[in-house]
């Protein structure tokens, strides 16, 4: 039969991967949106960076850098006591790694979407742009913030190649339910793969289905 | 008194433009900024409300300096009370009437005024309607409404009422009259339309090439310069003799007028010929521009 | 004239004698990713007596498995356990049960600068162990292998919770390799290895404490319908004394 444990886990790693990300991205994006230097240029590369680089590879480079053996790693080590092979931690960084342009890219295309005269506005209507930030450009691309929130999750959910190279399959801890796929079908097993799938694809159905409802009812309010 | 001096190199479709322009404005007045597209109007306007860097050059706007190169003042767009209407309006489309108005208004700002200027404006039914709801021109009195609440300095309108329609377009400048004498704001209006600079500003700055080429009333720049006294520019149509004269059809303005002139006048006239058109007593003279 | 033509059709037979001559028999052999290194000289060594073109495809050993039973074309599959080249003979995708060609060996390994492996384990309780890499003992022997040996010296209770799990025997000597595993269990393969054969320190672990890590491999019917005489004289050679001496060599036990 199969465990609830790695179903649990997996869900709490996208949820927690979406959260974090939703944080991350917003002001990211708006750094990018803003007046093009080479920098930002740069940035956007590296943002896109993991949709082009295989999961294994940003996995066996994370391997890496927290071993510690080597410079990032030995530091965590000696000052934090802090592994992050094999942890939950290590899971939720290479997660945030692999998803960053699932947020990143929806958001980023919805503020440069909107008309820069909105941003001027409200500039020129004494709001800083902080507040410009939250009263007026993101309420204003919402179906885009729930796009990058959807395509997180899912994405998350379905992660593979970075948690095999880093998790060590540790029951309750890094055994996320696509491993436990992988595994089960290793051994033989196709029974319990294909309930785990089973019970993945259900939850994954559910939850977007939810999400693209709800975000049906803010379109409808939004442009006539 | 409103001054400004400043230089900025512009790059518009048509190459480089230096842009350089000295002006001072009287507080309270309603003055106009016309000149081909590409002249550098929009740029001004941002400028002037901090929206634009310069290159160098002064901006003080009652006592209050905005911008100093020389001094390395350069006071963000947060911090100048300017009210700005863009051209696309440029409406918070997440609020309604109401709140785009009120998010003008700081915290300890009296919520009073937004009823007024809903009444100026003549939106007092309008209040709770997303803005989407709303047609042209009663947009454009929401940006109007929402760039004037907070009283600011200097009220910049930038072409606001070129994409509203003749009726409503009468009826807005009405509004924006209104607007202007109740607050007595410092007011610069970008226009191309002849007709509404005459009739609302007192001033106006005549860019061309990024250079100020006239700043006089308006009524002297656009006073037509023709010889003949009390004639006006028109466009040939037709031409038909009737009885012993000659009848015209003639395009004045937004009008066709028709007038008797003489064999002589008409016939060597084409439709669409830009002629003069003057009268001594019931006589009227055509020739060509 | 004629010569001309002559001197035209020389070079052309003898070119076409040469490629026939060239055109040796061919098989194709699947093999389990940590067997590849002893693989090499296996290889080498048939080659060189047999004349027939040996071509190679390395993966994981379940991963060949599921290819050959959708039908790979696939001569013979040198496994690194027994239970999938009992599967593929379950399945009827070989003609003859499978058989053991060697026994696997257990080692702990560590990367770690000043730590001393002893024999009796008791090191592995200390705090400045925090992670012990063994293979997941779901699918791969060694694993099962690893934790038998643990539950025997009566230590797996007190050290569960600091196993990591490689999916295989190469991932966890990646876990290893990198540092991130302060010591773990592979296979005496892979610390022979040209790769890692310098790499930190290793013990070997006595082989009556742990089951026996059995590595089969199976003759498949692709290989008899297709290649027949090759396939077998090739599947044949890995039971050799020869191929005996090279298991040796690469850490293999008899």
Same mark, same amino acid.
């Given at each position: 039969?199969?465990?609830?444990?790695?179903?649990?886990?997996?869900?709490?790693?996208?949820?927690?991967?979406?959260?974090?990300?939703?944080?991350?991205?917003?002001?990211?994006?708006?750094?990018?949106?803003?007046?093009?230097?080479?920098?930002?240029?740069?940035?956007?590369?590296?943002?896109?960076?993991?949709?082009?680089?295989?999961?294994?590879?940003?996995?066996?480079?994370?391997?890496?850098?927290?071993?510690?053996?080597?410079?990032?790693?030995?530091?965590?080590?000696?000052?934090?006591?802090?592994?992050?092979?094999?942890?939950?931690?290590?899971?939720?960084?290479?997660?945030?790694?692999?998803?960053?342009?699932?947020?990143?890219?929806?958001?980023?295309?919805?503020?440069?979407?909107?008309?820069?005269?909105?941003?001027?506005?409200?500039?020129?209507?004494?709001?800083?742009?902080?507040?410009?930030?939250?009263?007026?450009?993101?309420?204003?691309?919402?179906?885009?913030?729930?796009?990058?929130?959807?395509?997180?999750?899912?994405?998350?959910?379905?992660?593979?190649?970075?948690?095999?190279?880093?998790?060590?399959?540790?029951?309750?801890?890094?055994?996320?339910?696509?491993?436990?796929?992988?595994?089960?079908?290793?051994?033989?097993?196709?029974?319990?793969?294909?309930?785990?799938?089973?019970?993945?694809?259900?939850?994954?159905?559910?939850?977007?289905?939810?999400?693209?409802?709800?975000?049906?009812?803010?379109?409808?309010?939004?442009?006539? | 008194?409103?001054?400004?001096?400043?230089?900025?190199?512009?790059?518009?479709?048509?190459?480089?433009?230096?842009?350089?322009?000295?002006?001072?404005?009287?507080?309270?007045?309603?003055?106009?900024?016309?000149?081909?597209?590409?002249?550098?109007?929009?740029?001004?306007?941002?400028?002037?409300?901090?929206?634009?860097?310069?290159?160098?050059?002064?901006?003080?706007?009652?006592?209050?300096?905005?911008?100093?190169?020389?001094?390395?003042?350069?006071?963000?767009?947060?911090?100048?009370?300017?009210?700005?209407?863009?051209?696309?309006?440029?409406?918070?489309?997440?609020?309604?009437?109401?709140?785009?108005?009120?998010?003008?208004?700081?915290?300890?700002?009296?919520?009073?005024?937004?009823?007024?200027?809903?009444?100026?404006?003549?939106?007092?039914?309008?209040?709770?309607?997303?803005?989407?709801?709303?047609?042209?021109?009663?947009?454009?009195?929401?940006?109007?409404?929402?760039?004037?609440?907070?009283?600011?300095?200097?009220?910049?309108?930038?072409?606001?009422?070129?994409?509203?329609?003749?009726?409503?377009?009468?009826?807005?400048?009405?509004?924006?009259?209104?607007?202007?004498?109740?607050?007595?704001?410092?007011?610069?209006?970008?226009?191309?339309?002849?007709?509404?600079?005459?009739?609302?500003?007192?001033?106006?700055?005549?860019?061309?090439?990024?250079?100020?080429?006239?700043?006089?009333?308006?009524?002297?720049?656009?006073?037509?310069?023709?010889?003949?006294?009390?004639?006006?520019?028109?466009?040939?149509?037709?031409?038909?003799?009737?009885?012993?004269?000659?009848?015209?059809?003639?395009?004045?303005?937004?009008?066709?007028?028709?007038?008797?002139?003489?064999?002589?006048?008409?016939?060597?006239?084409?439709?669409?010929?830009?002629?003069?058109?003057?009268?001594?007593?019931?006589?009227?003279?055509?020739?060509?521009? | 004239?004629?010569?001309?033509?002559?001197?035209?059709?020389?070079?052309?037979?003898?070119?076409?004698?040469?490629?026939?001559?060239?055109?040796?028999?061919?098989?194709?052999?699947?093999?389990?990713?940590?067997?590849?290194?002893?693989?090499?000289?296996?290889?080498?060594?048939?080659?060189?007596?047999?004349?027939?073109?040996?071509?190679?495809?390395?993966?994981?050993?379940?991963?060949?498995?599921?290819?050959?039973?959708?039908?790979?074309?696939?001569?013979?599959?040198?496994?690194?356990?027994?239970?999938?080249?009992?599967?593929?003979?379950?399945?009827?995708?070989?003609?003859?049960?499978?058989?053991?060609?060697?026994?696997?060996?257990?080692?702990?390994?560590?990367?770690?600068?000043?730590?001393?492996?002893?024999?009796?384990?008791?090191?592995? %309780?200390?705090?400045?162990?925090?992670?012990?890499?063994?293979?997941?003992?779901?699918?791969?022997?060694?694993?099962?292998?690893?934790?038998?040996?643990?539950?025997?010296?009566?230590?797996?209770?007190?050290?569960?919770?600091?196993?990591?799990?490689?999916?295989?025997?190469?991932?966890?000597?990646?876990?290893?390799?990198?540092?991130?595993?302060?010591?773990?269990?592979?296979?005496?393969?892979?610390?022979?290895?040209?790769?890692?054969?310098?790499?930190?320190?290793?013990?070997? %672990?006595?082989?009556?404490?742990?089951?026996?890590?059995?590595?089969?491999?199976? %003759?498949?019917?692709?290989?008899?319908?297709?290649?027949?005489?090759?396939?077998?004289?090739?599947?044949?050679?890995?039971?050799?004394?020869?191929?005996?001496?090279?298991?040796?060599?690469?850490?293999?036990?008899?």
């Amino acid at each position: 039969m199969i465990e609830t444990a790695p179903i649990f886990l997996t869900l709490e790693l996208a949820s927690l991967t979406t959260v974090i990300l939703f944080f991350l991205a917003i002001p990211l994006a708006r750094w990018i949106s803003h007046k093009k230097n080479i920098f930002k240029t740069i940035a956007e590369v590296i943002v896109s960076l993991p949709l082009v680089l295989p999961p294994t590879v940003i996995g066996f480079y994370l391997l890496l850098a927290f071993s510690p053996s080597n410079s990032f790693g030995k530091f965590l080590d000696h000052y934090f006591d802090i592994r992050l092979a094999f942890s939950f931690g290590g899971l939720l960084i290479g997660s945030v790694i692999y998803s960053l342009p699932f947020m990143v890219h929806p958001v980023l295309s919805g503020l440069t979407s909107l008309p820069a005269s909105l941003e001027d506005a409200s500039y020129s209507l004494g709001k800083t742009k902080t507040q410009t930030l939250f009263k007026v450009l993101l309420p204003n691309i919402k179906p885009s913030l729930l796009t990058g929130i959807v395509l997180t999750f899912a994405h998350t959910i379905g992660e593979f190649g970075v948690v095999l190279m880093i998790g060590g399959n540790i029951p309750g801890r890094t055994n996320v339910a696509s491993i436990a796929v992988y595994d089960e079908v290793e051994a033989l097993n196709y029974h319990n793969a294909n309930v785990y799938a089973a019970v993945l694809v259900g939850i994954s159905v559910t939850i977007l289905f939810l999400l693209y409802l709800s975000n049906r009812k803010l379109q409808e309010v939004k442009i006539l | 008194m409103t001054h400004f001096s400043l230089q900025k190199k512009l790059h518009s479709a048509e190459g480089p433009l230096s842009l350089d322009v000295n002006c001072d404005i009287e507080d309270g007045a309603f003055i106009s900024l016309y000149g081909p597209s590409g002249a550098g109007k929009t740029s001004l306007l941002r400028m002037l409300a901090g929206l634009m860097p310069p290159d160098s050059g002064m901006i003080k706007v009652k006592d209050e300096i905005w911008f100093d190169s020389e001094k390395k003042i350069n006071i963000i767009p947060q911090q100048r009370l300017t009210g700005f209407v863009f051209q696309d309006y440029a409406l918070f489309p997440n609020m309604n009437v109401e709140q785009n108005i009120l998010y003008a208004l700081g915290k300890n700002d009296s919520k009073k005024i937004i009823d007024e200027l809903l009444d100026v404006t003549g939106l007092g039914g309008l209040r709770d309607k997303r803005i989407q709801m709303l047609s042209g021109g009663q947009q454009q009195r929401v940006a109007l409404a929402r760039a004037v609440a907070r009283k600011p300095k200097l009220l910049l309108l930038d072409e606001p009422l070129s994409a509203i329609d003749n009726e409503m377009r009468a009826n807005l400048q009405q509004t924006l009259l209104s607007i202007h004498a109740q607050y007595n704001v410092t007011a610069i209006i970008v226009s191309h339309d002849i007709n509404e600079i005459v009739k609302l500003t007192s001033k106006t700055i005549h860019l061309q090439n990024g250079v100020v080429r006239q700043y006089q009333p308006p009524t002297e720049i656009f006073l037509n310069q023709f010889d003949e006294p009390g004639s006006m520019k028109g466009v040939f149509l037709s031409a038909e003799k009737a009885a012993n004269e000659y009848e015209a059809l003639i395009l004045t303005g937004e009008q066709v007028i028709k007038i008797s002139c003489s064999e002589n006048d008409a016939k060597d006239l084409q439709k669409g010929d830009e002629i003069v058109l003057s009268f001594k007593g019931a006589t009227a003279f055509l020739r060509k521009l | 004239m004629k010569n001309r033509l002559v001197s035209l059709l020389i070079p052309f037979f003898l070119f076409h004698s040469a490629t026939s001559f060239a055109q040796k028999q061919k098989i194709t052999v699947a093999v389990a990713a940590n067997m590849q290194y002893a693989f090499k000289e296996l290889r080498n060594e048939f080659e060189k007596k047999y004349h027939i073109q040996v071509d190679v495809v390395i993966g994981a050993s379940g991963n060949l498995t599921r290819q050959i039973m959708q039908g790979a074309p696939f001569d013979v599959f040198i496994s690194a356990d027994t239970k999938y080249p009992e599967n593929i003979y379950q399945e009827g995708f070989s003609a003859e049960k499978p058989k053991v060609y060697a026994r696997g060996a257990l080692v702990l390994w560590t990367i770690k600068p000043g730590l001393q492996l002893q024999k009796d384990l008791h090191f592995l %309780l200390s705090g400045n162990i925090k992670s012990i890499a063994i293979a997941n003992p779901k699918i791969a022997p060694y694993g099962s292998a690893a934790v038998a040996f643990l539950k025997k010296m009566g230590m797996y209770d007190k050290l569960k919770n600091k196993l990591v799990y490689g999916e295989s025997i190469s991932q966890t000597s990646q876990f290893i390799a990198t540092g991130n595993a302060d010591v773990g269990f592979t296979a005496k393969a892979v610390v022979l290895s040209d790769q890692m054969k310098n790499k930190g320190r290793w013990i070997e %672990l006595n082989s009556d404490e742990y089951p026996p890590i059995l590595q089969a491999a199976v %003759l498949l019917k692709y290989g008899v319908e297709n290649h027949s005489s090759a396939a077998r004289e090739f599947y044949e050679f890995l039971f050799s004394e020869n191929a005996k001496d090279i298991y040796k060599k690469y850490g293999y036990i008899n």
